[in-house]
């Protein structure tokens, strides 16, 4: 499997972690629609991970996508920063290193040495 692949899917579950101790730090705060929100997020992000593990290469458009869709919901991270300084870091956190998984998808391999070219 790909190195890129393996990094990204590690990121993804470190994501995930990430994501549910943010939960568990929530539980004043959260509602029951809260928890099943949280909790399927957190199933998404695995199940992503496992996609990734597996090198999967349609994933990562799915991702992009799935990144550009949730833009939006930056502002809710900046007002958890400011409310609640703890889940706002964990939030931003996950959210930078999922970023940063699917940056590692696309970034082409490149060849180690020109030997390798010609094998």
Request: hydrophobic share 50%; net charge positive; no cysteine.
């Given at each position: 499997m790909n190195?890129?692949?393996k990094i990204a899917s590690k990121l993804y579950f470190a994501s995930a972690a990430i994501g549910s101790v943010n939960a568990l730090l929530s539980y004043e705060i959260y509602t029951l629609n809260d928890?099943?929100?949280s909790f399927m997020s957190v199933l998404l992000v695995v199940g992503i991970g496992i996609l990734v593990s597996k090198g999967y290469e349609w994933v990562?458009?799915?991702?992009?996508l799935l990144i550009l869709i949730s833009l939006d919901g930056f502002q809710f991270i900046l007002q958890d920063l400011k409310e609640y300084p703890v889940n706002g870091i964990?939030?931003?956190?996950?959210?930078?290193?999922?970023?940063i998984a699917i940056v590692i998808l696309f970034?082409?391999?490149?060849?180690?040495?020109n030997n390798?070219?010609?094998e």
């Open positions: 190195k890129q692949y928890w099943i929100m990562k458009y799915v991702l992009l964990l939030s931003l956190l996950l959210s930078l290193l999922q970023i970034i082409k391999k490149p060849f180690t040495s390798e070219q010609f």
